[in-house]
């Protein structure tokens, strides 16, 4: 019999949960990931939630890819890469991936949450320093927590895009043996991106180590998608990028981190992520190699991303909403508490539009928000009629007149 007491507290939990109204409940859909869904019990829904950014997850080439990788390699190794074999499609996609994000060499993880916490762990060593920005991802922050359990390294946080900050808790760890600065590329709850000009000059006046997760950029930053770096004319010059498959490269799962083949080979040898769990399974594999691929042929589906955030940006402040400033398809309206971030999503998605509020503890509390996504896959049509469903249930709630 499972431990009653236990269940009970759980149980009552979750019934506190449901009272305080920020209950989350999920949302069953019977069709591909796309601007358009089959949502079960409601039908056809306008997504404006996904990270979907390229509108490559329904992307027929990517499909087949995926299919044809199942095909060849089967479901997958049955074990680490190590002890029984790598596919060649990993080798294949970890190329391709750092020739797209500008560095020598990548390795593939089964999430970029894994790629993360597995590069902190391994590379970091009892005294050296890790400083953070405040609003970064929380994969970012529990593998500096498990570094520093590990290890007994130095962490600190600086304030959200304080380079001042930064300085002064960098020059407080002169002493220690290495330093790295761990940020965001774009801020997923802000939309906001990094300055990382001034990140990589503070880095070369304190000898630190920038390590950038652009799991938000990569696809969607720069001429040609290939991230943050390329969106400020930096390409090649960070010295670590992690980021995602799961997101705009094709939307299934896995992460990687690219940097010099020193620390890929590194990372191969210690990481415990890759010692001790299976690769990505070679269909993912293949599929975000196809991803890769297409959106190095076509960079106007990048251009179509742009003009389309920029077109919902400026429609939303029109109608009297006031997103947080930014240029990336992350377009977030602020309403205060948790409840009336999960209420505004209820009742949009009653219109059709499925739409995701974050409350605490993702975000801080009192900072909770409606968070829009934008995709390449949208038509003007889908984005009037996200905008309609807006303005009518902002005037519900007394958000816009």
């Known amino acids: 019999m499972p431990n009653e007491s236990f269940t009970k507290s759980l149980e009552q939990t979750i019934e506190q949960l449901k009272r305080d109204k920020v209950y989350k409940r999920l949302n069953y859909l019977d069709s591909p990931q796309s601007a358009r869904v089959r949502m ?36 997958g190794t049955a074990s680490v890469r190590f002890i029984c074999g790598t596919f060649t499609i990993h080798r294949d996609l970890e190329n391709a991936l750092a020739r797209f994000v500008g560095t020598e060499s990548s390795l593939s ?25 405040a609003l970064n991802h929380a994969s970012i922050i529990d593998s500096m927590r498990l570094a520093k359990a590990i290890t007994k390294c130095t962490t600190a946080v600086y304030q ?39 990140l990589l000059q503070i880095a070369r006046d304190h000898d630190a180590i920038v390590v950038m997760d652009d799991s938000h ?27 995602t498959l799961g997101k705009a490269l094709g939307g299934a799962a896995g992460g990687f981190v690219a940097g010099s083949a020193a620390l890929t080979d590194y990372l191969t040898q210690r990481a415990r992520p890759q010692l001790f769990s299976n690769a990505l399974p070679p269909t993912v594999a293949a599929s975000a190699l196809a991803a890769v691929q297409f959106t190095e042929a076509h960079p106007e589906r990048v251009e ?7 077109y919902f940006r400026e429609q939303l402040i029109e109608a009297g909403f006031k997103p947080l400033a930014g240029e990336t398809p992350i377009i977030p309206i602020i309403v205060g508490e948790t409840a009336a971030a999960i209420q505004m999503s209820d009742l949009l998605l009653e219109q059709g539009v499925f739409v995701t509020g974050f409350g605490f503890p993702v975000v801080p509390q ?15 049509d889908d984005l009037d009629r996200a905008l309609d469903a807006f303005k009518r249930v902002g005037a519900q709630l007394g958000i816009v007149r």
């Not at 179509?304 to 920029?310: D, G, I, P, Q």
Request: proline share 1%; net charge negative.
């Open 40 to 75: 079960e019990g409601r039908g056809d829904v306008l997504i404006l939630s996904s990270n979907n950014y390229l509108g490559l997850a329904d992307e027929p080439t990517v499909i087949d890819a995926g299919i044809a990788g199942l095909r060849r390699f089967g479901a």
């Open 109 to 133: 993880f089964v999430s970029a949450w894994n790629a993360n916490e597995g590069l902190t762990a391994t590379v970091v060593e009892t005294g050296d320093f890790v400083v953070s920005d």
């Open 160 to 198: 959200h895009g304080d380079l001042d900050d930064l300085r002064a808790k960098l020059a407080e760890a002169k002493g220690a043996k290495r330093r790295l600065i761990w940020t965001d590329g774009v801020f997923s709850m802000e939309g906001s991106i990094c300055k990382l000009p001034d």
């Open 217 to 243: 950029a990569t696809g969607v930053l720069g001429k040609t998608g290939r991230g943050t770096a390329e969106h400020f004319g930096l390409l090649g010059e960070v010295d670590i990028i992690t980021s």
């Open 304 to 310: 179509a991303l742009r003009e389309n955030s920029r």
């Open 366 to 380: 009192g900072q909770a928000r409606v968070r829009c996504q934008i995709s390449a896959s949208h038509t003007r």
